[in-house]
Nanobody
């Protein structure tokens, strides 16, 4: 199983970016998909998650500015980031809890994608 993220880049404060992450491989089910971010020298922090049923959860710092969504057919999660601030600058990581294999019940594991850099200039 692999997670491939894309969409990072350089944007001015107040601008927008959209991150995309696609899960591929022998996937039976994906329970949670989400995004985390990390600034050098700091711990990775939670940004947003969406479960298979569509319920979402956001970090307080991004509520009202970021929107997470997923396409269960394409195993894709999107993060629309609006009103970006310089403090949003970080490497953004895609995360998913994915069920694989033929056993019942399904075995779920955590997967991480390689990060994509978002830089917001002031």
């Amino acid at each position: 199983v692999q997670l491939q993220a894309s969409g990072g880049g350089l944007v001015q404060a107040g601008g927008s970016l959209r991150l995309s992450c696609v899960a591929s491989g022998s996937i039976r089910s994906i329970s949670v998909m989400g995004w985390y971010r990390q600034v050098p020298g700091k711990q990775r922090e939670f940004v947003a998650t969406v479960i298979s049923g569509g319920s979402t959860n956001y970090a307080d710092l991004v509520k009202g500015r970021f929107t997470i969504s997923r396409d269960n057919v394409r195993n894709t999660v999107l993060l629309q980031m609006n009103s970006l601030k310089p403090e949003d600058t970080a490497v953004y990581y895609c995360h998913a809890i994915i069920g694989t294999g033929a056993n019942s019940p399904i075995t779920y594991n955590n997967y991480w994608g390689l990060g994509t850099l978002v830089t917001v200039s002031s």
